[in-house]
């Protein structure tokens, strides 16, 4: 099959180190990140079309789009990944370092990553008995509402998908276009708002092929609950996402006003007795007069969290107002 080709470049920086924490890894963006993160937005986008879906049959709807260990070809398909412009450095990650004591010092906690502005060539290589269709609806959701490497999920490896050349695979295969910058706060809502039911669309298609029954669809189905618990993260509505009202100037005051010091305690913790991770994954976006961020919600398998106070609190004081539905925060 002909090769998939498109660059990714980062709004914010890259945290991606190697077997020493203190150094970038000196590959730069690696397949593994790349498949890790994918597979993330895959079981994400399923678990909320079949929301009764068992482990063993989500890992082999998985296992058809990206491999399984159990086939005697395990790839789908293959990765090449070159780096076009990336620059290593020492990046703040928006909170102080402690001492000894768990007090926290004057120094910024520093991690290795690559400065904002860093791009990589990414070239699939697919097999026969792949569905493309599903990889990249599953690499354009990723493209806009995830991110990749250290601490994705408080803006750090966001990202924009860019054209090479002018050829969009994603426009050309399945319909979707992609933007490297918005001009405003609604022209990047009405981007999603119009291209992610395209998503569940196409992967509709795709699950009922594969003998599923899906649930509702991306525009009217409410958000998830605790009645209905899931082990990972589960996106099923347009009204778990939401877009910022206003830009910020630059990326570390988003990162800030999403992720500050003392802002929300309880979206995410870790503790002597376990680690839950952060309910709400967030992503920056480029706009001409700066960066607006946006959130996925998501108030899954949470037991110990104020959920809907915390995430409520949380989403204000980044300067969220409204869900894409248009339901308020």
Known sequence: MTEIKFNVRFITPLLIHGSDPRFCDSIGLTGKALRGSWRFWFRAMIGGMVPNISKDDLLKLEGNVFGSSNEKIGAKFRMVIEKINATEGKIKGGFKKKDGNGNATNK????????????????????????????????????????????????????SLKLINTSNPFQEKIGLPINLQFANQNELRQHLCNNLPKVWNILEGWLKGNGCSVVGNIITNSPPDNRNPAPYFILKSIGQVAVGDSPYTNWERAITAIHGDNKCNGLGYATRNGRQASPVFTSLHKVNNGYIPVATYANQNLPNCKSHDCVKNYLINAGFIQWLDGSAI
Do not use: H, M
Request: net charge positive.
């Open 108 to 159: 910024d906690q520093l991690f290795a990553g690559y400065e904002e502005g860093s791009e990589f060539l990414i070239k699939i290589l697919p097999r026969k008995n792949i569905d493309l269709n599903v990889l990249l609806s599953t690499i354009w959701l990723w493209g806009n509402l995830g991110a990749v490497g250290q601490r994705q999920r408080r803006g750090f490896g966001s990202l």
